[in-house]
């Protein structure tokens, strides 16, 4: 369901129903798949990934609101793997606090935002062993110490540098760390609100991306921190972005924005 411009999501079986939660399109918008038969073990699912190391493209799934993360087959017929105890949030080894985004630092490696209640980055290899995490709870909305988080949520890989990026989006910041969680640089995203930085990602050019649903925008910035470039313009026209959340790419280079204002995907060159 689209939240509403006050921030709710309407009334259950009413403004909308709970069905149909996870589905797949092809390339040109059309519905190819439909996994209702998961439709009851979602609390929230924020973010769905595959590790672009995987050759058989299983696909992890972060549920937020039920405080797991699930790995399925690319056709969503067989679960392999889940992580957290789902309906059960916590901060020890089996339970998240709803976490938000996966990232893949190799094909043995991955990281975890816990999250939008959670103040921790956690690393596991790919069978779902933890390695570590480190994090410690801040105080927004203007927590500057080195490690600490008012919320994880945005979390970006450097493959070749090896170093992970966090949006501590209540603190309006980003930290960027090595891969073991030792403190390198920060840097500021402006103003709270205007700014409000969603999900991030790093390509391969070094050049971090951010989605701003505040700003409606994506921003651009290189790997130091400096503002590089941004486009985007707030409304419900074709190529306007209302509260863009979460965004991916294909491998013809095109570009797919998720708006949780209007409820949409939007495909761009």
């Known amino acids: 369901p689209a939240a509403k411009a006050d921030g709710s999501n309407g009334r259950p079986g009413v403004d ?11 390339h040109n918008g059309n519905m190819i798949e439909d996994w209702r038969q998961y439709d009851n073990i979602w609390g929230r699912p924020h973010d769905a990934a595959i590790s672009p190391y995987d050759p058989e493209k299983n696909i992890w799934i972060v549920d937020a609101d039920n405080h797991f ?9 067989k679960r392999l793997l889940t992580l957290g105890t789902p309906g059960v949030p916590g901060t020890d080894d089996t339970h998240f606090s709803r ?7 190799d094909k043995n490696t991955m990281y975890l935002a816990d999250g939008y209640d959670g103040t921790r980055v956690i690393k596991y290899d790919m069978s779902g062993k933890k390695l570590m995490q480190w994090g410690e709870k801040g105080t927004p909305p203007n927590e500057m ?8 949520h945005g979390i ?4 070749t540098t090896r170093r992970v990026y966090i949006n501590d989006r209540n603190d309006g910041r980003l930290q960027v760390f090595d891969e073991n969680g030792k403190f390198l640089d920060q840097w ?4 709270r609100p205007p700014m409000n930085i969603h999900q991030i990602f790093m390509g391969r050019d070094h050049k971090l991306w951010a989605a701003d649903q505040g700003g409606n925008k994506m921003l651009q910035y290189d790997s130091e921190g400096h503002f590089l470039y941004a486009w985007g313009t707030q409304g419900t026209c074709p190529g306007c972005i209302w509260g863009v959340h979460g965004f991916t790419t294909d491998e013809d280079g095109n570009l797919y924005t998720a708006e949780v204002r209007s409820g949409r995907v939007q495909k761009f060159t």
């Not at 993360?69 to 017929?77: F, L, P, R, S, Y």
């Open 16 to 26: 909308w129903r709970w069905e149909h939660v996870i589905v797949a399109f092809d």
């Open 69 to 77: 993360v699930t790995k399925m087959t690319n056709d969503g017929k």
């Open 99 to 105: 976490p938000t985004f996966i990232a893949f630092m």
């Open 145 to 152: 110490r080195p490690g600490y988080f008012s919320s994880v």
């Open 156 to 159: 970006a890989v450097d493959p």
């Open 188 to 191: 500021d995203f402006g103003p």
